[in-house]
């Protein structure tokens, strides 16, 4: 089974939560890239998911257009 691309839109509480505590043991999605205009959280989440610099964004519309997830 092939796993669903996720873009986390938002690292606020409710996002950070499900970013560092549900979806790392998803089966079904692997996060593709993350939406934040907070730098601090943007390395946070390169550092916890191994994400590149070009994973994260700063407007949903370009990380969209730029990773095509599956779902947000």
């Known amino acids: 089974m092939n796993k ?9 509480s409710f996002g950070k939560n499900w970013f560092q505590n549900i979806l790392p043991y998803s089966k079904e999605v692997e ?4 939406v934040t205009s ?3 959280k943007g390395a ?3 550092k916890i998911a191994g994400l590149s610099a070009d994973q994260i964004f700063a407007d949903y519309r370009e990380a969209i257009r730029v990773l095509q ?3 947000c």
């Open 44 to 46: 946070w989440a390169q």
């Open 69 to 71: 997830p599956d779902l």
């Open 4 to 12: 669903q691309r996720l873009l986390q839109i938002g690292l606020g």
């Open 38 to 40: 907070n730098a601090e």
């Open 31 to 34: 996060v593709c890239g993350v």
